[in-house]
């Protein structure tokens, strides 16, 4: 929690934020060490922020970006289907309150939906916050074994045949996509890692050929 600080400070200046609302980074921070959560944590979160930081020079809005990332699982329950609207509404709120103005917060609000990756983004800014949210399929192989373990316990509650029926079809579903990754530089970098981890190398299948890559 500590060490997220300062980069919440820099993201509230970045934002537009006459001053860091600490209370705010504190509540978020509570959000994401819920007890129930194993992956969707401070872990996940710190990882997604190193990523944006990073990629900075990718975005469009960086600021949004990182404020998006912040707020992009800050509410999660295993069973509800609108986390990421519940995430979303949150984020919107928080912008209007500190005066921030209403494109901004629409533009965010946009980015966190995005995150429940039910429909293709179409912004510059909404693929690179969908390509660092899966940048966790391209992990090396222990943080993705550990990535794997805590989505089991996450969802400890559903019997193993039936979470890993439907765990191999989340993942198959991102391996039929002509592309996991959006953006030219995630493409590049994690396609093939990403593909090799989540099992479409040993299960007779072939990689697509990547589509021109655009430039972002």
Known sequence: MIKLNPQWIETCKD??????DIGLFQDLCQSYSEPHRRYHTLQHLSECLALADQDRALAQFPSEVS??????????????????????????????????????????????????HSAQPTTRDARLVVDIDLAILAAGTERFAEYERQVREEYRHVPEAIF???????????????????????????????????????????????PHLKEE
């Open 15 to 20: 934002i537009g934020f006459k001053e860091p």
């Open 67 to 116: 404020y998006a990332l912040w707020f992009h699982d800050a509410m999660y329950e295993v069973n509800r289907d609108d986390n990421e609207l519940q995430s979303a509404n949150w984020a919107r709120a928080t912008l209007s309150a500190h005066g921030i103005a209403a494109e901004v917060s629409s533009r965010v609000h946009a980015l966190i939906m995005a995150t429940s």
């Open 164 to 210: 890993q029926k439907k765990r191999r079809a989340v993942l198959e579903s991102f391996a039929r996509r002509p592309r996991i990754y959006l953006t030219h530089a995630y493409a590049r970098r994690y396609e093939a890692i990403a593909r090799k981890n989540i099992g479409s190398d040993t299960n007779g299948s072939q990689h697509p050929t990547l």
